[in-house]
């Protein structure tokens, strides 16, 4: 029997993974007629079904389910193969990827991001903006490369839990304050004691069901009797929503300098001080491009949260 082929193995992980062709086809970045016909050459190729078509979606037959655990066995080999090879690389080359939060992208990156490209012109770096932790184990489909493509190499993150597997610094604390639109007669435009804010004043809030994050579940308790005149899911569009006038809102005090339009109507509010960290896996800790990053960007980061108040 000829060898299995890898790529109709990626094509059926994926459809077991997202239980349907459209799924599968945009996780791998790929029509879903590819998919179809990587499923069918290797049911052909094997002499067996490894999905039923039912309309709820693909359902694993029991070769299927078995195929499927192999397969994730191989890709977890392939991507530890892939970190530790990375991992030896001394050159002060090549591309790293970075993920962060859009508002670490927004206020605390440009500079530093900067000053290691004029420092290390050799290493291009590509940043990804999302608000939740991506795998910085697992690799995912890139249509151009192949299967090869790390989510990233190095994350920056606002959260007060990391994952164990993940390596780092804690670069300090954010800070959160309540802001209001400077010179809106109709808020607060002095600090003023946080009940009073809760109680009276119109508030630009996060989604209501959201509770991943600390600052979440700190509105779902504090906000839910207030004046909520509009949701939202990021920081960056409660500066947008402000910029309006239509209330005050919650935002992490490093966004100050560069915003003399808001003013402070709220002291710190110690139960949202969140670490902020600079991760990597350990795999990867020893590569020359990530030690860089994670000295200079971090060293720079780290002064950035110390002087934001």
Do not use: C
């Amino acid at each position: 029997m000829n060898q299995l082929d890898w790529d109709h193995l990626r094509h059926v992980l994926a459809v077991g993974t997202a239980g349907s062709l459209a799924g599968a086809a945009r996780q791998l970045g790929v029509n879903h007629t590819t998919v179809l016909r990587r499923l069918e050459a290797l049911e052909a190729h094997l002499g067996t079904r490894l999905f039923e078509r039912a309309r709820g979606g693909y359902e694993p037959t029991e070769a299927g389910w078995l195929l499927l655990s192999q397969a994730r066995r191989m890709a977890d080999q392939a991507d530890a193969i892939e970190r530790q090879v990375l991992g030896r690389d001394r050159e002060l080359t090549g591309l790293l990827r970075v993920t962060t939060a859009f508002i670490g992208m927004s206020y605390l990156l440009p500079e530093p991001l900067a000053e290691f490209a004029r420092r290390y012109p050799g290493i291009e770096v590509e940043v990804s903006e999302n608000a939740v932790m991506v795998d910085l184990a697992r690799r995912q489909a890139d249509e151009a490369q192949g299967w090869v493509r790390r989510q990233a190499d190095v994350a920056l993150r606002l959260s007060g839990q990391v994952a164990e597997h993940l390596v780092g610094r804690q670069l300090g604390q954010a800070q959160f304050r309540v802001y209001a639109p400077r010179g809106a007669a109709h808020l607060p435009q002095t600090v003023v004691p946080l009940p009073e804010l809760i109680a009276q004043a119109p508030w630009i809030a996060f989604e209501r069901d959201n509770q991943a994050r600390v600052y979440d579940r700190w509105m779902k308790q504090h906000l839910a009797h207030s004046r909520v005149v509009m949701r939202v899911d990021i920081f960056d569009a409660t500066m947008s929503m402000m910029r309006t006038g239509i209330g005050v809102g919650l935002l992490p005090t490093f966004i100050e300098p560069r915003h003399p339009e808001l003013v402070a109507v709220s002291d710190e509010i110690p139960e949202l001080a969140t670490p902020v960290w600079l991760l990597t896996h350990p795999d990867l800790r020893r590569t020359a491009r990530v030690q860089a990053f994670m000295q200079l960007v971090g060293d720079a980061v780290a002064q950035r949260l110390r002087v934001q108040r």
